[in-house]
């Protein structure tokens, strides 16, 4: 299915007064491997969370700290992940562009696919968007598998449902078949 880029230009508001809005709820994923110059993987993702409002993302809603093994390379840097509500006036490609700004300035280069990474940012999904343009399918293909994507969600977001599947981010999590590790970080 193909997006017109019509609607993907639609800014979505997610609301905070009150119960967050799932039908609009703009979803971030991070994750990190490799601590770069912070002391650990968590503090680098608290330093990239406080990036997100210089690029016009407010923070609605986060999870807790997620540890995971690395995939498909398990003897990579364990993994620390985490999931985000957003609100932004960015449409999904501008949002795109500047997860990878801050991917960048905290020095995330891409080299073969699954290395480890300073700071990994996926948008997981732009409200009801669905389909693909220019490069950009929404919801993420592969959000659904990840334990280490689903949990957090589910965490903060139970309700949330993929606009693909129906299925509900606190049911997907049991049946997820990558990072079946995750935890949460105590």
């Not at 290395?115 to 389909?131: C, E, F, K, Q, S």
Request: with cysteine.
């Amino acid at each position: 299915m193909e997006m017109s880029s019509a609607n993907m230009d639609v800014p979505v508001s997610v609301e905070i007064d009150g119960d967050l809005d799932m039908d609009s709820a703009v979803i971030v994923a991070l994750g990190c491997n490799d601590k770069g110059a912070w002391s650990d993987c968590q503090e680098a993702l608290e330093a990239a969370l406080a990036r997100f409002r210089c690029e016009g993302i407010d923070v609605l809603a986060r999870s807790s700290w997620w540890r995971s093994t690395a995939w498909p390379d398990d003897t990579d840097p364990d993994f620390v992940n985490g999931v985000v509500l957003v609100r932004t006036e960015l449409d999904p490609h501008a949002l795109m562009a500047a997860l990878a700004r801050i991917e960048e300035a905290f020095g995330r280069a891409r080299g073969r696919p699954n290395a480890p990474r300073t700071l990994d940012l996926d948008l997981v999904a732009y409200g009801r968007r669905t389909g693909e343009a220019d490069g950009l399918i929404l919801p993420h293909p592969r959000a659904l598998e990840r334990r280490f994507v689903m949990g957090p969600l589910a965490e903060i977001a139970a309700d949330w449902t993929d606009p693909l599947s129906g299925g509900r981010a606190g049911d997907i999590v049991s049946a997820t078949s990558v990072g079946n590790d995750a935890h949460p970080l105590g």
